[in-house]
């Protein structure tokens, strides 16, 4: 009788214990998280397009709010009933260094080194493969940021949080990309944290390789990319794909020798015609990286004096990541959301985002 109750007291406690670190975070697109996750990022108050604070969910809490760092960058962190914290990265927040961080759109390795100051140095690993390349006015804002972020994700797990959501509008979702990549291959981070990341209305992080990473870390619904397609902002940066951009097994790696076979008269001609094809976007693809690489390098040198310049590669061939979630425009967007030919930013606004989603998922709406 006594082995039978101490039997059941240990399976009793066994429960508690698998209740206890019960997961609260699902996979896939949520509408009303998305929808609650916009709230939040409307708590910063401080964009060109939010000019109305929202109330933010009942049951979420902000506890930290970082000081300006990097290229004018900030974070939040919420936490949600006790046991789910919120990373939400602001976007861009209107000033021209905040601009600046955008046009920074040379690009640079997925792993290597950034130095932002004579004292700091921030090592990084974004991607398994050292094909994957990222944006280096992004990767500043994370290096900026992550040190801090870091330090309260190791709070919020000693307080047995091990649930977390990373969110970005904009800017804000360019920098949640990366951030759910570094956290990824860091090692000193405990392997039993539940990630879930929502990248809104972001632009392009990194080249195919990047994404093909990103994607498959945050397979089965974890990593999503929600998308007004009124909304040019997820179109860019300028994307221009190379011959170099290949996979190395590809049928341009040895083009002249499958040339020499030709005879003649035709190899000439296939020679003159692949090259017209193929140096306008090489040339191309120098310019984007002369440009927005390294002259926009030297007015990033001007708020921070002390960053080095990072070696940029020679590719500019932005492609977009994450699941994608579609908020299409149905009847009565275009009626509420007019374009007067000067309000740029208009599908870009937190509220046709919001406006979207709960046409599309009524259910939402009572949240």
Same mark, same amino acid.
């Not at 697109?29 to 998305?34: A, H, M």
């Not at 300006?68 to 602001?90: P, S």
């Not at 693809?285 to 926009?296: A, E, N």
């Given at each position: ?41 409307? =708590? ?16 979420? =809490? ?28 602001? /976007? ?25 100051? +004579? ?9 398994? $493969? ?17 040190? +801090? ?6 709070? #919020? ?10 969110? /970005? ?22 392997? $039993? ?5 929502? #990248? ?30 009124? +909304? ?42 692949? /090259? =017209? ?21 030297? =007015? ?39 374009? +007067? ?24 709406? $009572?949240?």
């Amino acid at each position: 009788m006594g082995s039978r109750i101490s039997l059941i007291c240990f399976l009793f406690l066994v429960s508690l214990a698998k209740n206890s670190f019960a997961q609260h975070l699902t996979p896939h697109f949520d509408p009303v998280e998305y929808g609650e996750l916009l709230k939040l990022a409307d =708590r910063f108050g401080d964009t060109p397009w939010t000019k109305v604070k929202s109330e933010p969910p009942r049951d979420a =809490r902000l506890v930290y709010r970082s000081p300006e760092v990097g290229l004018v960058n900030r974070w939040d962190l919420w936490l949600r009933n006790k046991e789910v914290a919120i990373i939400v990265i602001r /976007g861009t927040n209107g000033t021209a260094t905040s601009w600046m961080e955008n046009f920074y759109a040379g690009m640079i390795p997925a792993q290597g080194m950034l130095q932002l100051n +004579d004292s700091t140095r921030f090592n990084y690993k974004l991607s398994a $493969d050292d094909r994957a390349y990222v944006h280096a006015g992004w990767m500043v804002g994370l290096a900026a940021l992550a040190p +801090d972020i870091l330090r309260q994700v190791h709070d #919020c797990y000693r307080q047995g949080i091990h649930e977390f959501i990373i969110f /970005g509008h904009s800017q804000g979702g360019a920098i949640a990309f990366l951030l759910r990549s570094y956290l990824q291959y860091l090692d000193q981070l405990p392997k $039993d944290i539940v990630w879930k990341t929502y #990248c809104s209305a972001a632009p392009k992080p990194g080249n195919l390789y990047y994404a093909y990473d990103f994607d498959y870390i945050t397979r089965d619904g974890w990593g999503l990319r929600v998308i007004n397609p009124r +909304d040019w902002v997820p179109e860019t940066p300028f994307s221009i794909q190379t011959t170099r951009d290949f996979n190395t097994v590809n049928p341009f790696t040895d083009i002249s020798g499958a040339l020499k076979k030709q005879q003649w008269f035709l190899r000439q001609a296939l020679r003159y015609t692949y /090259g =017209r094809l193929d140096r306008p976007a090489k040339r191309a693809s120098r310019r984007m990286q002369r440009i927005l690489g390294k002259m926009v390098y030297t =007015r990033v040198r001007k708020v921070l004096p002390e960053y080095q310049r990072p070696d940029f590669v020679n590719s500019h061939n932005y492609t977009p990541a994450g699941t994608p979630v579609i908020l299409y425009p149905v009847k009565g967007y275009d009626e509420k959301f007019p374009f +007067d030919g000067k309000n740029i930013f208009i599908h870009h606004m937190l509220e046709p985002y919001r406006w979207s989603m709960e046409q599309i998922y009524p259910a939402a709406k $009572d949240h």
